[in-house]
């Protein structure tokens, strides 16, 4: 069993930055890719970015590529989604999620295939 537990969010203006930080209580944590997800009021949950197991590979939605770093820490059992230059649009509950998925698109894109969810954290980016 895996327990997720993000960082509080919050507000921020337009062209700020914030980091999330997704902490895991499973002794198990390296061995799974993590997620980044968001969900916008009157929207799917949509993919934001992935990292592998060890941490060397990553990717990105296209709307965010260039501005979110993901990176994680197998010692601390921790992810980490670094948001810069942040728009609007960035606006949405944010989720990490755990998942012994295939490293590869479209797999890591889809939240059916993460197991286990945190609570989510709300991000509002405002001018």
């Known amino acids: 069993q895996v327990q997720l537990v993000e960082s509080e969010g919050g507000l921020v203006q337009t062209g700020g930055s914030l980091r999330l930080s997704c902490a895991s209580s499973g002794r198990t944590f390296s061995n799974y890719v993590m997620g980044w997800f968001r969900q916008a009021p009157g929207k799917e949950r949509e993919f934001v970015a992935t990292v592998s197991s060890s941490g060397s590979r990553t990717a990105y939605a296209d709307s965010v590529k260039g501005r979110f770093t993901i990176s994680r820490d197998n010692s601390k059992n921790t992810v980490y989604l670094q948001m810069s230059s942040l728009k609007s649009e960035d606006t949405a509950v944010y989720y990490c999620?755990?998942?012994?998925?295939?490293?590869?698109?479209?797999?890591?894109?889809?939240?059916?295939?993460?197991?286990?969810w945190g609570q989510g954290t709300q991000v509002t980016v405002s001018s």
């Open positions: 999620a755990a998942g012994f998925t295939v490293y590869s698109n479209p797999y890591y894109v889809t939240p059916a295939n993460y197991g286990y």
